[in-house]
Nanobody, 128 residues
Framework: VQLVASVGGLVQAGGSLRLSCAVS?????????????FGWFRQAPGHVREFVAA????????DYADSVKGRFTISRDNAKNTVYLQMNSLKPEDTAVYYC?????????????????WGQGTQVTVSS
């Protein structure tokens, strides 16, 4: 299984950016894409990795870090095996490497250690 995040980019403060995470390859130890939960995490230089957002297998429930609530939206398209992170009203403090991850139980968690598969990171830089 491969989780491939889209290229991030450089954006001015107040701007928007959408990240995607496409899943390819074999199923998640017998589970299909539509039965797996996904999360987005980020890590800024000199900081520990932190939870950003997560979505359940059905898409019926989402969870967000307080720092991004109201600005970021996580969604999924099971037909395309893709998860998205729409980021609006970006701030310089959102600058980080962003990672998508899969949790095969299907339920969201803010703990990175609970996620089973990880994609490569993608750099997001927000200029002031």
């Amino acid at each position: 299984v491969q989780l491939v995040a889209s290229v991030g980019g450089l954006v001015q403060a107040g701007g928007s950016l959408r990240l995607s995470c496409a899943v390819s390859g074999r199923t998640f130890t017998g589970r299909t894409f539509s039965s797996v939960a996904f999360g987005w995490f980020r890590q800024a230089p000199g900081h520990v990795r932190e939870f950003v957002a997560a979505i359940t297998w059905s898409g019926g429930s989402t969870d967000y870090a307080d720092s991004v609530k109201g600005r970021f939206t996580i969604s999924r398209d099971n037909a395309k095996n893709t998860v998205y992170l729409q980021m609006n009203s970006l701030k310089p403090e959102d600058t980080a490497v962003y990672y998508c991850a899969a949790e095969i139980s299907g339920w969201t968690t803010t703990l990175g250690s609970e996620y089973d598969y990880w994609g490569q990171g993608t750099q997001v830089t927000v200029s002031s």
